[in-house]
Structure formats: C-alpha cells, structure tokens
C-alpha cells in the first residue's frame, strides 16, 4: 500500500474510492505518568510519551490501511494524522486520507 501526503502520483491516473481514517487512544500507564509529572519540573523529553504517541501513530495508520484494503485501494493519498487529548495523560491519534485505485 503506497502512503503519500500528496493529493496525487506521478504518473498514475487515479480513482478516487473514498475517505479512510484509522485511530486509537493510547495511554501511559499511572506510574510513568507520575514520573513523567515530576520530569516537567526538570526539563527535557518525556520520552515514554513520545513512545506512546509513535505506537499510537502506527496504529493508527495499520487501521487506515486495513480499511483502505477494504475498499480495494492500491494507494492512500493526502495522507494526514491529528491527535487530542481525551483526558490526562491520554490522547487520541487519527490518520486519515483518500483511497485510491489505479486506472
């Protein structure tokens, strides 16, 4: 499955199928966030949420594929991710794009 942040592909003339998203919500787990509280006084990465939000991203997008697959596609293009924050120490990631079959 090809995965591009532009709206096309050299080359290829597409068909255009449809929307396809993916998300999570991922959290840490309550001692690491005690621990990352007490790294805020201190500075520098929070490194298990930078973990966190990397294994939220690739899920996220696993679950895009999956049901670009669904579809038939042979290509995601306008491939972008958002994320919020559910609650503390939780945060929602959302891939999404337009899937697309090559004519």
Request: aromatic share 4%; glycine share 10%; hydrophobic share 45%.
């Amino acid at each position: 499955m090809i995965l591009v942040t532009t709206d096309t592909l050299n080359g290829k003339d597409l068909e255009m199928l449809g929307l396809v998203k993916g998300s999570t919500i991922q959290t840490v787990n309550a001692i690491r966030d005690i621990g990352s509280g007490l790294k805020t006084l201190v500075g520098g990465e929070l490194v298990k949420y930078t973990e966190m939000m990397n294994k939220a991203r690739a899920l996220a997008t696993k679950r895009m594929v999956e049901e670009a697959e669904q579809m038939g596609a042979d290509a995601v293009v306008g491939v972008r991710y958002a994320s919020s924050s559910v609650m503390q120490s939780a945060a929602e990631v959302m891939a999404y794009g337009t899937a697309v079959k090559f004519r």
